[in-house]
């Protein structure tokens, strides 16, 4: 049973929508990462917490909003997505920034019409 | 060139037979190596860290050769149950970042 846990695990949306994605870890862990996973091609981080802080927003578009309230905690708010922004959103934490184990949540599948 | 760039595959490979996968890494500045594994529509789950001396657990076995930056995945002894996309994955300290490979398809058949 995996310590990170997402939600929803499907999502489908349209452009002119508003939603938001969910994590939580039960790991204790200080660090709080989000990826995205499109078709075909590798995994790219999109933002990293520690500590609460973020550290690393990698050059994500502003329709995708990143927000942690504790360390347990990410939510990833979506508004005015594209079609080209359907993919497979990934959480995942690790013990602290410096901890290059990484624990993924299962995902949440999301298609934007 | 691609930071972490692995084959695609799928590689096709009957029960019991061997397989090696290959990933090549272009920062020489990289210092840990790390295989994940991921199933079909489920998350990726690290497999095992790869060390400079190679590791080995169980039926699988990881090697680094940094003068030529790449890092191997052996699998013996093939299961059905191997079948995943195997994720190469290279952590540079100095920038503090992970960066994944596109991964291997493995499918195993009876």
């Known amino acids: 049973e995996t310590g990170v846990t997402q939600t929803p695990r499907h999502l489908v949306m349209g452009m002119t929508n508003k939603k938001s994605l969910k994590c939580e870890q039960h790991l204790g862990h200080n660090a709080m990462y989000w990826y995205k996973q499109s078709a075909k091609k590798p995994l790219e981080l999109m933002f990293v917490?520690?500590?609460?802080?973020?550290?690393e927003n990698n050059s994500v578009p502003s329709r995708f909003s990143p927000e942690c309230p504790n360390s347990s905690h990410l939510f990833l708010h979506l508004h005015t997505l594209q079609p080209e922004d359907s993919a497979l959103y990934l959480c995942?934490?690790?013990?602290?920034?410096?901890?290059?184990?990484?624990?993924f949540g299962s995902g949440t599948q999301l298609s934007v019409l | 060139r691609k930071e972490v760039e692995q084959d695609p595959g799928p590689f096709n490979v009957p029960e019991g037979a061997t397989v090696a996968f290959n990933c090549t890494y272009s920062?020489?500045?990289?210092?840990?190596f790390f295989w994940y594994r991921q199933d079909c529509r489920k998350e990726p789950k690290l497999l095992m860290s790869?060390?400079?001396s190679g590791n080995e657990d169980g039926r699988f076995t990881a090697q680094l050769n940094r003068a030529s930056q790449y890092i191997s995945l052996l699998i013996r002894d093939s299961k059905l149950s191997d079948s995943a996309t195997y994720l190469c994955?290279?952590?540079?300290?100095?920038?503090?970042?992970?960066?994944f490979g596109g991964g291997t398809r493995l499918m195993v058949k009876p």
């Open positions: 790869v060390y400079s």
């Open positions: 917490y520690n500590f609460k802080e973020q550290t």
């Open positions: 920062n020489s500045a990289s210092q840990s």
């Open positions: 995942a934490s690790s013990q602290d920034r410096r901890n290059e184990k990484l624990f």
């Open positions: 994955v290279v952590h540079n300290n100095a920038g503090n970042m992970l960066t």
